[in-house]
């Protein structure tokens, strides 16, 4: 084996850069709607809705950061984990969209409030929506970079962090952590890593993101395969945009 993959300092930049330049293109996004944004149908399309540019370019520098790294990633792809990675996935992304789906069952309107808007009762319908393009290329083009960085970029960066490196770093961070196998239980990681994890979302996911989030960690520890959390966010992702397109819930991505 190439001794540059066992290199502490490598994996812990290929494990952390890639999500350090998506996180940046998140705040590069807020700035920009800041400066410049207009929610107004009179408004070109660039400022009516920042992020429909802001993601695209997101995605493929964070792609490229993917690909020079990609080496150091062990996935250990199995095809019995990947079907039980599927059907974790089904029922993770399945309490994640309980809420919303709730809040339209129950014939609810306006905005929520107490233990409703904890748990993410609302009604979820603004956000990013390839629907302000009328031409049918661009429309597609939206959709198609939208679902690309949810099921690829996004389940390969959060997993390779959250489940590659910091379950591993918040057992060991004055040692070498890189030592610590994957998917080791302990009670300091799943704390940690789901805490985060839910706070790197906006409050009224934190209810979804707190029982997904368990819901990896078991597969994790359960399955010692970062290949199987891979394929259950990908998965999550991938039927969220499904119901997002279907029934409009723009603000659950």
Known sequence: MDSDLKNPEQLTRAHVWPFAGFMVFLILLQLCES???WDHPAAPWWKQDVAQWIYPIQTLIVLGLLLRYWKYYCFDWSLKWSFIGVFF???GIG???LPTTLYDAWGMSGETEGWMKWLGIAKRDEGFNPGI????????ASLSMRFFRAVVIVALVEEIFWRGFVMRFCMNWEGDYWKQPFGRAHWKSYLIVTLLFMVAHAPVDWAGALVYGSLTYALCIWSKN???CVVMHAVAN???GIYVMSYGKFGLW
Do not use: N, Q, T
Request: net charge negative; no cysteine.
């Open 95 to 97: 309490f994640w969209l």
């Open 133 to 140: 393009f009328e031409h049918p290329a661009a429309y597609w």
């Open 238 to 240: 991938l039927l969220m």
């Open 89 to 91: 996935g089904m029922i």
């Open 226 to 228: 970062l290949g199987a």
């Open 35 to 37: 400066l410049f944004g």
